[in-house]
């Protein structure tokens, strides 16, 4: 009874980290597809650089739009499940790297063969009378 019980718990886990990592993944695509279709703010070519027009990214604004307040919800949702996943991944995995559970061989490896000295010596420079 209790062997059943844990492995109906385990599946309850999996299942529920699956859903959640598609509901992450839906809110990353609604946040690109959003990102992407807001209007930048003075973004010309003299805001690069410091110009007036940079003064309005941190003055006071106008009435946020529909997009703005469409990206504020699902940036909250895309925290919560990051942060839900990263927990679930801390618990479910332990201390250790992914590394460790990789077997490598050991390389076998040879000493490099000592240089050959030419077959012709190499003739001087002819000298200067």
Not at 50 to 64: D, H, L
Not at 88 to 108: D, F, H, Q, T
Request: aromatic residues 6%; hydrophobic residues 45%; proline residues 8%.
């Amino acid at each position: 009874m209790l062997r059943a019980r844990q492995i109906d718990i385990y599946d309850n886990t999996k299942l529920m980290i699956a859903l959640i990592t598609i509901v992450h993944i839906i809110v990353c695509f609604f946040i690109i597809i959003v990102v992407l279709l807001q209007s930048g703010k003075s973004g010309d070519i003299s805001a690069a650089f410091g110009g007036q027009g940079s003064q309005t990214a941190f003055g006071p604004r106008g009435a946020a739009s529909a997009l703005s307040k469409a990206t504020t919800w699902p940036a909250v949702a895309f925290m919560v499940t990051s942060i839900t996943l990263s927990i679930y991944a801390s618990r479910r995995g332990g201390p250790g790297s992914v590394l460790e559970k990789v077997k490598s061989n050991p390389v076998k490896t040879q000493p490099a063969a000592p240089a050959q000295k030419p077959a012709t010596p190499t003739p001087a420079a002819p000298t200067q009378k």
